[in-house]
């Protein structure tokens, strides 16, 4: 696997939560493809905002953790960048020329904070196993059982989580587009407002897809790392962002983060929109907006964002594993921790369609095979594609860091590939593969194998619900000047 500079930690389509939900990714496909294609400029309504040069960013304290100085937005030029030129239709993730992108307003890594999340080598977390995985499927080392062992007993547990009551929201406002195909209540985004920041920042939206699309021409495998991302933030202590923050203790020191990535999307966006609109933008609602675009990116649907999310005050490593979903996770125990949170088993079907995305180091899928009787690896999963099986094995037995697409032959495009994969055979991680065990999940996925439409329409309402739980509004929480840290 070649896949680039940042293979090393692109990976993900599992370990967590999403883990296991969420597909990341790593470059996946060879992205001839993908060619990137000429950065979008700036919405004119972003351009002619005032505060250019040093916009009056409330100088962000720098919390303990990482001191990263405050960050003026895109030093040299004004925030904004480029030309006039209007946003690109919201679907057409169609390449063009390469060479673009170095001249576009391209989100330039945040210097200072780089060092944090600097790539690390996905190697194995200390002793806590699965999420994060060992590398290389190799004999039976103990391999996470099946069910995998958790670190902390509460693991799958699904339910009590500190989680604001919203989590689990009465079937009331039809507040999401209809979801045809899911009988999950309708998002209950109760204070959340698709104009929220209609007055205080216009042009909230256009600024993160913006962002999104420079990033993601770059690098093919940031839509997969903000899809993961959402998932993560989202099923620990509620969409917050808290994922974000850094600093010994918080979710990001979870074995887990391993597979997370695009961290440093969401801090372009947030110094951009800083400098736009100070103060004003949380960095919950960018992720969620992130996600979206990384979605339509990719050939997804573009579906509507509630905006007016708050970000937490706090950020627990302890709140992790007791909410992701792990790779050997059964589909009833995925279906139990969804049921928590108050989304359905349509919702866990659609919305681990989001590996249709993405790429999974090898460790992830490792539990899948075991050796023989001559020390060959072969799934322990009867019903694995054989070929499939093959080529996996091939895959990874040059290296435990590569990475692998979760979408066989479709890693790069958002479609309704992943289940026909499925019922192929060709799910990557047992979590994917296990959909076709269940009667109830298996019609759904042959539903969506047969209608990319149905899938499309039913993404829309489960990704409401989804980026509904646990929202803090109001006065809750704060508005963060900088993503990696509360105002402190
Ligand atoms: C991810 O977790 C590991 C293990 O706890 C930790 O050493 C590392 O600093 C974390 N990464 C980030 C970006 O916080
Ligand atoms: C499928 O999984 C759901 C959720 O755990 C469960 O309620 C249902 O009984 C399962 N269906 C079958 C046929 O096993
Ligand atoms: C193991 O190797 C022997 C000798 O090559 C062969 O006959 C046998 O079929 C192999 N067993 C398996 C399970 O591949």
New binding site residues.
């Given amino acids: 696997m070649d896949r680039g500079r940042r293979r090393q930690w692109g990976v993900v389509c599992s370990a967590l939560l999403l883990s296991a939900l969420l597909a990341v990714a790593s470059a996946q496909s060879p992205s001839p493809a993908r060619a990137p294609k000429p950065a979008p400029s700036l919405p004119a309504a972003l351009r002619a905002a005032p505060r250019p040069s040093s916009p009056a960013v409330p100088a962000p304290k720098a919390p303990a953790a990482s001191p990263a100085p405050k960050q003026t937005p895109s030093p040299s030029a004004s925030p904004v960048p480029k030309p006039p030129t209007p946003r690109a239709p919201a679907q057409a993730p169609k390449p063009s020329s390469p060479a673009a992108p170095s001249a576009s307003p391209v989100p330039k890594p945040p210097a200072p904070r780089a060092p944090a999340q600097a790539p690390k080598p996905p190697s194995p977390p200390s002793a806590s196993p699965p999420p994060a995985a060992p590398p290389l499927p190799k004999p039976s080392p103990p391999p996470p059982a099946p069910s995998a062992p958790k670190p902390s007993p509460v693991a799958p547990a699904p339910a009590q989580k500190p989680s604001p009551p919203t989590t689990t929201p009465p079937p009331q406002k039809p507040s999401a587009p209809p979801s045809p195909t899911n009988s999950s209540p309708p998002t209950p985004s109760l204070a959340l407002s698709p104009n929220f920041y209609a007055a205080s920042c216009p042009s909230v939206e256009l600024a993160v897809n913006d962002v999104v699309r420079s990033a993601s021409t770059l690098d093919p495998s940031i839509p997969g790392k903000l899809l993961r991302m959402v998932f993560h933030d989202c099923f620990v202590e509620g969409c917050d962002a808290s994922v974000l923050i850094q600093g010994s203790g918080t979710e990001r020191t979870d074995p887990a983060n391993l597979s997370l990535g695009g961290f440093n999307v969401i801090d372009e966006a947030k110094r951009l929109l800083e400098a736009v609109c100070p103060a004003t933008v949380s960095c919950s609602d960018i992720i969620v907006l992130a996600a979206r675009d990384a979605v339509t990116f990719t050939g997804g649907p573009s579906v509507p964002v509630s905006l007016g999310r708050r970000d937490s005050l706090v950020s627990l490593a302890s709140n992790v594993r007791a909410n992701i979903i792990d790779t050997g996770f059964?589909?009833?125990?995925?279906?139990?921790s969804f049921?928590s949170k108050g989304l359905s088993?349509d919702d866990l079907v659609t919305l681990s369609g989001g590996h249709t995305i993405g790429s999974a180091h090898c460790g992830t899928f490792r539990e899948r095979f075991r050796p023989d009787a001559n020390g060959s690896m072969v799934p322990v999963d009867g019903t694995m594609n054989a070929e499939y099986a093959t080529e996996l094995m091939r895959a990874c037995a040059a290296s435990g860091s590569a990475a692998v697409g979760c979408d066989d032959g479709s890693a790069a495009a958002f479609d309704n590939r992943y289940f026909s994969n499925l019922l192929d055979g060709r799910g990557l991680l047992r979590t994917d593969a296990v959909l076709v065990?269940?009667?109830?999940?298996r019609a759904r996925v042959a539903a969506f194998a047969q209608s990319q439409d149905s899938f499309f329409s039913s993404w829309a309402g489960s990704f409401a619900r989804l980026t509904s739980l646990g929202v803090k509004t109001g006065s809750a929480g704060e508005v963060r000047r900088l993503c990696s840290s509360v105002n402190g």
């Fill in positions: 059964s589909v009833d125990a995925m279906a139990a049921a088993l065990q269940n009667a109830t999940t």
